[in-house]
């Protein structure tokens, strides 16, 4: 689904992300963890787009989306969230699910001048599937700025979820959630596998990445040191070097 | 009469350069060249009426259509500089195309007299609404039918999705990225779409005033034009034009009594309402305030 | 017009250039501290440049006292500015800040306008010597004299960024507010100096345009305005050394094309130069390492 191939991406002096690979099988909930700075959401930003690699390739269903517009890779099938929630505060949760109905499966539904300039009708029962699996049916006319922090990190997720992607990249989803709301997300992740959904974790949280990942890969300082399955990764003395050494 | 005619009119065509601006700043753009693209569609209208005998809708259209263009062609590279760079940017653009302007001979013999722009001394006897029996009312009319027109194609645009992408991308242009919003074609886009409205508004004032000349179309208009939907805030078109009826209905005619001091209020006026208001006059809390005291929207309250 | 007019031209352009850049400057120290554009800058500092007048006009005062006249004044009226439009209006409201500055510089203009009726005011020229003849150019003395000061005005300030604690302290605040203040620097108070010594700097260029000029006139507010902002941009927002070179260059460029087109067209080539500058490099000549975001 997703390979990375010998990825590098350098600010000034900073190796951020020094030369990594690996790959995503479709179907699969792929984890990506690593102790603070260790290049995890610089990954995910040069997979999006947002930055340019250094060097390396991106391959995303067998072609390389290196030259590919950033706006554009949501419609190849690339959604994601962000670790910093970034939601249209001044939008409504509705009106935040509608901004990303970009993809193709959009654009074979409504026309061009429906989809743009035309009015919340057809999109209502695609949004409100989005909103009831998030659980924020409720909130729908609210601003996304008045959400409660867990409501907007669910948002998040929806909004990548109404882009209807293939492959979702989830940075931090868990970050500031309390136990409950964890338990919710892990839930959440095992339905969207079971719909098909291919996903990219980043999560310091331990307990959930070990238990929803299906493989894991361990990035310590901008390199990968490990790669496989919770069990394998978890018993790697390497892994427990950099998390101990580091103090995480 | 006359003299309430006369000023809706004026309030007419600066709505329309006003609710130019507001597209353009929904999606958090600031441009200082609106008053460049009244200025085209101004010499624009002018030039097919009087040099051309065009009537005067296809003349604004055209107008509107030249601006648009320019609107287009400027929003390429300007839209690669964000934020400040963008406001400086835009206010040499809006001088360089008042420059121009003064720059601009293109005469005509029309009988015995010269008539078309004539550089510095600017552009005389745009007589069409005369010459055609119009008289103020129907003037206004037909200003205030171009305006209704602009703005509820703009509230109906507002609500949309167009709308909301045009403001998600004002919001943050690395969210409205990933979730596959073109950023250059949506700021091009509104750049366009202020460019056209505002060169309807330069038109109908081309037609108003009979004579244009560069010094019109300066660095004091294009601030008016951001200043009316900064002031009314970006809600709704609405905003806009109650402060377009603020300013120039109460500040610069209600004060007219005050005379040269009136220009020295106006400067003052808008450091103080920045000061004490800087989300503009009605913004999202006194909007609010407003939808629940109508009773409705109140579940958003 | 032969080569030696046109190389004449370039080097008057220069001279006066050295105002464009002290202009360029004030808008680039404001930049850099606040990460705000303080619109009425050119305009105050004109402003600061009239008030000199008062002493000759209206004191008494011999003529020379006009120029430490208008530099204190801009610099009073730059911190009112600070006081007026920025110190009470929250940091996350970029466009109140923008419209506020814009309502300064028109209100600033106006009271120009009400106090002087509109007419120009004839300002004292710096030095009026002899030219000097440099084989076939001439320097004019004056020029020189605007030319001279200005530079001192540069060295002063960067002496000021950089050999004191307050200079150190803008820096610091420029760079990392947040730490800076951790650190115990009085955030307000440095943005208020910044305001002080940026007007000061204005008020030497408007008084130092007035000399050249020879005169004062309403008009030129928006020029001057729209110069400085182009300075700004083609050096790099936030760039001092960019604020210096971009000044002359503007000033030799637009002086170059009177030379060779004429006086009113000459400012739609600095646009279009301003144009070629943010197609080419957008980031200006020197432009600042982009932060993060
Ligand atoms: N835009 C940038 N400019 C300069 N340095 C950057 C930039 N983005 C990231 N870095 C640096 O790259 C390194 C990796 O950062 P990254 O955000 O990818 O880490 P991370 O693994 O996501 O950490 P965390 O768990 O804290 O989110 C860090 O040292 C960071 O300071
Ligand atoms: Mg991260």
């Given at each position: 689904m997703l390979e990375v191939r010998g990825l590098v991406k350098h600010f000034g002096g900073v190796r951020a992300v020094d030369g990594i690979d690996f790959a995503i099988r479709p179907g699969e909930v792929f984890g990506l963890i690593g102790p603070n700075g260790s290049g995890k959401s610089t990954t995910v930003n040069l997979v999006c787009g947002l930055y340019a690699p250094t060097q390396g390739q991106i391959l995303f269903q067998g072609q390389d989306i290196a030259r590919v517009a950033t706006h554009k890779r949501l419609s190849l099938g690339l959604a994601r969230t962000f670790q910093n929630i970034r939601l249209f505060t001044n939008l409504t949760v509705w009106e935040n699910l509608w901004m990303a109905e970009n993809a193709p499966a959009h654009r074979a539904e409504a026309g061009f001048l429906k989809r743009w300039v035309g009015g919340r009708g057809n999109a209502r029962e695609r949004i409100s599937q989005a909103l009831e699996f998030s659980g924020l049916a409720h909130r729908a006319d609210d601003l996304a700025g008045s959400l409660a922090f867990g409501e907007q990190r669910r948002l998040e997720l929806a909004r990548a979820l109404a882009a209807r992607p293939r492959l979702l990249l989830l940075d931090e989803p868990a970050a500031g959630m309390n136990a409950e709301e964890i338990a919710q997300l892990d839930e959440r992740i095992r339905m969207l596998q079971q719909q098909g959904y291919t996903i990219l974790l980043i999560e310091h949280h331990m307990e959930l990445v070990m238990a929803v990942t299906d493989r894991i890969c361990v990035l310590n300082f901008g390199r990968k040191i490990a790669e496989g399955t919770p069990a394998q990764v978890q018993a790697d003395p390497a892994v427990r070097d950099a998390y101990l050494g580091t103090g995480a | 009469m006359d003299f309430y005619y006369s000023l809706a009119q004026i309030i007419g065509f600066h709505a329309l350069l006003g609710l130019s601006a507001y597209v353009v700043l929904l999606t958090g753009q600031v441009s200082l060249a609106q008053a460049g693209f009244f200025a085209i569609g101004a010499y624009v209208a002018a030039m097919f009426t009087v040099l051309a005998g065009w009537h005067l809708v296809p003349a604004m259209l055209a107008a509107g259509l030249a601006a648009a263009a320019m609107a287009c062609i400027v929003g390429f590279p300007a839209l690669r500089v964000r934020g400040l760079m963008l406001v400086i940017a835009t206010l040499a653009f809006?001088?360089?195309?008042?420059?121009?302007?003064?720059?601009?001979?293109?005469?005509?013999?029309?009988?015995?007299?010269?008539?078309?722009?004539?550089?510095?001394?600017?552009?005389?006897?745009?007589?069409?609404?005369?010459?055609?029996?119009?008289?103020?009312?129907?003037?206004?009319?037909?200003?205030?039918?171009?305006?209704?027109?602009?703005?509820?194609?703009?509230?109906?645009?507002?609500?949309?999705?167009?709308?909301?992408?045009?403001?998600?991308?004002?919001?943050?242009?690395?969210?409205a990225q990933s979730v596959g919003l073109n950023l250059t074609a949506v700021k091009v886009t509104a750049m366009t779409i202020g460019g056209f409205i505002a060169g309807l508004g330069g038109a109908i004032y081309a037609h108003y005033t009979t004579h244009i000349e560069h010094s019109n179309f300066g660095v004091l208009l294009a601030t008016f034009a951001i200043a009316y939907p900064i002031l009314g805030g970006l809600r709704n078109v609405l905003g806009t034009i109650v402060a377009v009826i603020f300013v120039q209905g109460f500040l610069v005619e209600g004060l007219r009594f005050l005379g040269d001091w009136r220009n020295l209020l106006f400067g003052a006026l808008i450091v103080l309402a920045m000061n004490l208001r800087p989300n503009g006059l009605i913004d999202a809390a006194t909007a609010r305030r407003l939808a629940r005291l109508f009773g409705r929207e109140a579940r958003r309250a | 017009m032969g080569f030696v007019d046109y190389v004449q031209a370039i080097i008057d352009g220069l001279l006066f250039g050295t105002t464009y850049s002290l202009i360029g400057i004030g808008f680039t120290l404001v930049f850099g501290v606040m990460h705000k554009i303080n619109m009425s800058y050119a305009a105050a500092s004109l402003a600061g440049a009239y008030c000199g007048l008062i002493g000759p006009q209206m004191l008494g005062l011999p003529p020379w006292s006009v120029f430490p006249l208008s530099i204190v004044a801009a610099g009073v009226i730059g911190y009112v500015i600070y006081l007026t439009c920025f110190r009470f209006i929250p940091l996350a409201s970029p466009l109140a800040t923008l419209m506020s500055t814009v309502g300064m510089l028109l209100l600033v203009d106006e009271i120009v306008v009400h106090a002087t009726a509109g007419m120009p005011q004839n300002y004292p020229a710096i030095y009026d010597g002899d030219p000097i003849e440099l084989g076939p150019f001439i320097l004019r003395a004056d020029l020189v004299g605007v030319f001279l000061i200005c530079v001192v005005a540069m060295a002063v300030l960067l002496a000021l960024l950089y050999r004191t604690r307050l200079g150190m302290a803008t820096r610091a605040v420029a760079q990392q507010p947040v730490a800076a203040q951790l650190c115990g620097m009085r955030l307000q108070a440095v943005n208020g100096l910044t305001f002080v010594v940026a007007g000061l700097l204005g008020g030497v260029a408007g008084a130092m345009i007035g000399a050249s000029v020879g005169m004062l006139s309403p008009l030129i507010a928006g020029t001057i305005t729209v110069k400085g902002l182009i300075v700004t941009v083609i050096g790099g927002l936030g760039s001092i050394p960019g604020a210096i070179v971009a000044g002359l260059l503007v000033g030799a460029a637009e002086n170059l094309f009177q030379a060779v087109r004429n006086v009113t067209e000459r400012d739609i080539y600095v646009m279009l130069l301003l144009f070629a500058f943010l197609v080419l490099r957008p980031g200006g000549l020197f432009a600042a390492a982009r932060g993060r975001d």
């Open positions: - | 809006g001088e360089a195309v008042r420059l121009f302007f003064f720059n601009f001979d293109y005469q005509v013999a029309k009988g015995e007299v010269k008539v078309g722009p004539l550089g510095g001394e600017g552009f005389r006897q745009i007589r069409w609404f005369p010459e055609h029996g119009w008289t103020g009312l129907d003037v206004m009319l037909f200003v205030w039918t171009v305006v209704a027109l602009v703005a509820g194609a703009l509230w109906w645009l507002d609500r949309s999705r167009f709308g909301a992408v045009l403001r998600a991308v004002g919001e943050d242009e690395l969210a | -």
